[in-house]
Each structure stands twice: as structure tokens, then as C-alpha cells.
């Protein structure tokens, strides 16, 4: 059983979730990471640094023996225990505005009602905030609230936005000079450990490891069936690499296992796990564009395994860094190769290059279509999705489809109308099938 939100009546969910071997080892990887960030709350050898998803340094962080702390992941695992609903009435009433970032709220939220974390245990306070610019403005007012409610050390690495599609020397240069002058002593300063460029190499191997199986798994979608679904099952397999895990023996482990589940599927041509088990058939493929939302997941992916509809591409598997197109953390150059990954990650790119993957996905995985989940709250994902979807219409002949819901908050899913909508996507495709073969 599970609910709907947080006012209403439970919504019967008869099947108990499959997980696979790669899902109970990320979920013990998540747990220890929360429980470390309780440990440190009584310790105060244990220093905590607050970073986020986009951009994040995590092979650098690792070099200081510090405990990463993502605010996102506090916000979407919150969500998905329904427990963010409470959070975000909570910012409100202390002067955040409805349209703020559901994440901020419920970060927010969260912090005053004791920041105790999905695990149930409360969170370290940072004693450092470390925000990674990467297009998400958002994020800056993000960490002034923390400073203003936390006032501890705040550093800020500045990536400069890829305006004009492409990444210049002068722009990687001026990331690897932040890094050396500011981000580095920082880190120093907060941990009481000499930076070691040696063991930023080291965690840099892992992390090129990790990413060569997460792009192996995600480009299995281009089979038929797909083994995978890119955006709802997409989300667990980016996760050890966009979080605290990047650049670990465990997560190169995690993805080692992953790719053997995965690869199984393919040869015995099998379809994506879901909650709901594996998918017998498949209908429809879809390229994703958006967020994810958090308080519904299961009903919301219930309603694409209900009609045979596999997605086997998405943006949002790309928010945390883009390594399809060759990028991989380099230990033979590690402060340019960071500088690299943050000026790269989906949201630093511009609305073109946004464009041109997506219809790249659809050409590449042989999709049906595009469809655009609109966060209500999240400006540097919504900003320019209309203009995105009619430009990838004409020049795929493909349909197209909008639905909202929104990250974190419950009072902005409305499942009889995001189901409305894609039903009759499905038949636009449909029609669409029996117009070419007419």
C-alpha cells in the first residue's frame, strides 16, 4: 500500500517491488552514506561537506575524508517515502513562495523540522557548502538560504554556461584556476588534510570505470526489446554516479553487477524490470525529456508499463554528466578533466544542444516519439521545452506529447490528468503508424 499524498486515502499497489542485485547493493551504498552523516553528528573529527548532483567534485571530495551530503537526494528519497509534502507546507510557512524549486522546500523544510534524513536519523550540519555552478541558478539562492541559516564556510566553483554550444580553453582554464585557488584550500581548510593529487588519480580511474559500464547499460536500450527503461529504471542506475559514490571501489562494483543483470536480459531478450515486474511486451518507445516526479513514481511508471511503453532514452539520466559523447575523467589530467565533466553536465548546455540530443535519441534508439515531462518548479529544465518539442517534431516527423507534474511536491500530481494525456499521445502515435503504412 502506498499513498497518494499525504491527505488521501491508500492506493492498492498489489505487487511487492522487484529489486534486483544491483538495487539492494545500491540501497545498502545510500544507507551507509546516511548513516555516516548521523555518525558525524556527534563527532566532530567527522566533516561534512553539502554539494550537489550537477557538477559535483565528489573524486576531489573523496580526497579529504569528508562526508558528502546532496540535498537532492535528501529531497527525491523523502519524496518517494511521501514525506515531502510535510516538508515543503513547512518552507511556506516560513516565506518561501509556491513557485520556489520543490527540492529547495523541501530541503528547506526538512532542515527546520530537525533535518532528519530518509534514513530517520538526523543529518551532520555542513561545515562546509560547496556549490558547483552548473546552470542551475537555483542552486545559488539554494546555498545563500543555507549560509544564511547554517553560517558556515561556503565556496563556490563558477562554471561559465556553454552559450555558444562548445567548451573553450579559456573557459576550462578559468574552472582549473577556481579549483586551485579556491575550491582545494577549502576543502583543506574545512578537512585538515593536505590535497594528494596521486589519490584524486586513483578515485578518477574508478569513476572512468563506472562510466564506461553506466554508458554500456544505458545503450542497451537500442535493442529490441530494450532490457532497460531509461528514465524511470534510469534513475536508480545513474545514481551511485551522480552522487557520493562516483570515484569508489563500490561504485565501480555496483556498476560491474549492473552490467551483468542487464547484459542477462539482452541475451535472453527480455524486456525492462519494474515494480510491476518484467515488462512482457513492448508498444511504444519514448525519448524522455525532464525530471522525474518523486511522490508518484510507481503510479506514474505503472501508467507507461500498463500500455507497453519502454523509454529508452532520457535527459534527465544526463543532469549528472553526459559520457555518451566520449567524456570520461581522465587521471592523466585530473583538474582540467573536472573542469571538463561540470562544464558539460545537460544543464549547462544550451537549448540547441539540448535539441540536438534529444533528437540524436530518437534517431539512435529508433524511439516513436518524444515525450516532455514539465516540472512546474524547475526553471532550468522547463525553460524552453515547447520551443524543443515543436523544433524535434520537424525534423523527426515524429509526435510529440506534454504532461506536468513536479519533482518533490504531491499537491502538483494529478494522475487522471497525466493519464488523460498519455493515452492520447499513445493513439497520436498510433495514428501515426497506420498513416506511414497506408
Not at 559535483?56 to 535528501?74: A, K, M, S, T
Not at 519494474?274 to 511522490?295: C, F, H, I
Not at 506536468?404 to 503508424?433: A, W
Request: with cysteine; glycine share 6%.
Amino acid at each position: 500500500m502506498t499513498t497518494d499524498n499525504n491527505t488521501k486515502a491508500p492506493v492498492n499497489l498489489a505487487k511487492d517491488v522487484q529489486k534486483d542485485h544491483s538495487q539492494l547493493m545500491q540501497k545498502e551504498m545510500i544507507r551507509g552514506n546516511y548513516k555516516k552523516l548521523a555518525e558525524a553528528v556527534d563527532d566532530p573529527d567527522k566533516k561534512v561537506v553539502y554539494t550537489f548532483v550537477p557538477g559535483n567534485l565528489n573524486e576531489l571530495i573523496q580526497c579529504f575524508d569528508v562526508v558528502g551530503n546532496y540535498p537532492e537526494i535528501n529531497a527525491l528519497q523523502s519524496a518517494m517515502q511521501k514525506k515531502t509534502g510535510a516538508y515543503i507546507m513547512e518552507a511556506e510557512r516560513h516565506g518561501q513562495d509556491e513557485d520556489v524549486c520543490t527540492y529547495v522546500k523541501s530541503d528547506l523544510g526538512m532542515m527546520r523540522k530537525g533535518n532528519v534524513g530518509p534514513s530517520g536519523d538526523k543529518i551532520a550540519d555542513p561545515d562546509l557548502l560547496l556549490l558547483s555552478y552548473t546552470g542551475c541558478f537555483t542552486f545559488m539562492k539554494w546555498f545563500e538560504a543555507l549560509r544564511h541559516e547554517y553560517k558556515c564556510d561556503t565556496t563556490m566553483l563558477h562554471v561559465p554556461y556553454q552559450g555558444d554550444g562548445i567548451i573553450t580553453s579559456n573557459m576550462r582554464d578559468y574552472v582549473v584556476k577556481q579549483l586551485k585557488e579556491d575550491i582545494i584550500p577549502a576543502l583543506e581548510r574545512t578537512s585538515g588534510v593536505k590535497f594528494d593529487i596521486d589519490r584524486l588519480r586513483e578515485n578518477m580511474r574508478h569513476s572512468a570505470k563506472a562510466e564506461d559500464k553506466l554508458v554500456r547499460v544505458l545503450q542497451t536500450a537500442k535493442n529490441k526489446p530494450s532490457p532497460i527503461d531509461s528514465y524511470f529504471g534510469g534513475i536508480y542506475y545513474v545514481g551511485p554516479s551522480f552522487s557520493s559514490f562516483r570515484g569508489t571501489p563500490e561504485c565501480t562494483a555496483y556498476y560491474d553487477a549492473l552490467w551483468d543483470e542487464v547484459n542477462a536480459r539482452v541475451k535472453a531478450g527480455q524486456g525492462p524490470v519494474t515494480p510491476e515486474g518484467v515488462m512482457q511486451k513492448e508498444r511504444y518507445r519514448l525519448v524522455v525529456e525532464g525530471p522525474p516526479n518523486y511522490t508518484h513514481m510507481r503510479e506514474f511508471w505503472k501508467m507507461f508499463y500498463d500500455e507497453g511503453a519502454v523509454v529508452v532514452a532520457s535527459s534527465y539520466t544526463k543532469v549528472g554528466g553526459v559520457y555518451e559523447n566520449g567524456f570520461r575523467h581522465d587521471p592523466d589530467n585530473p583538474l582540467e578533466s573536472l573542469a571538463d565533466y561540470c562544464l558539460g553536465c545537460y544543464t549547462n548546455l544550451n537549448l540547441p544542444a539540448r535539441t540536438e540530443m534529444l533528437e540524436n535519441y530518437i534517431n539512435d534508439y529508433e524511439a516513436d516519439g518524444l515525450l516532455i515531462n514539465s516540472i512546474k518548479s524547475c526553471n532550468s529544465f522547463s525553460a524552453g521545452q515547447l520551443l524543443m518539442m515543436n523544433e524535434i517534431e520537424k525534423r523527426t516527423g515524429k509526435p510529440a506529447a506534454f504532461v506536468e507534474t513536479d519533482l518533490v511536491d504531491p499537491r502538483y500530481f494529478s494522475s487522471s490528468n497525466v493519464k488523460n494525456r498519455l493515452e492520447s499521445y499513445f493513439q497520436m502515435i498510433e495514428q501515426k503508424r497506420n498513416s506511414s503504412a497506408a
